[in-house]
């Protein structure tokens, strides 16, 4: 993971744990800044509701992930 992201978020809200494949946003702390979608070598960095088709999944998996039980930063 390149974590680029997680330098440039302004309120933290980008997680990981060890073992993780890849970093989460907390939509709950997200500001929707935007910070992080230019720095992301992945392209991977949407708006919610400019998310592809193709990667809608993704939306859920931010969503559902276990923040409580993680760090902000990549910490895999
Ligand atoms: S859009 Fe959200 S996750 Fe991205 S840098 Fe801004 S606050 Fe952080």
Known sequence: MDGACVEVCPVDCIYSKP???????NPDECIDCAACEPVCPENAIFDEDDVPDDQQ???????????D????????
């Open 19 to 25: 073992g993780d494949t890849q970093l989460f946003i």
């Open 57 to 67: 999944e993704f939306i859920k998996l931010n969503y559902d992930y276990d923040y």
């Open 69 to 76: 039980s993680s760090e902000p930063g990549a910490n895999a």
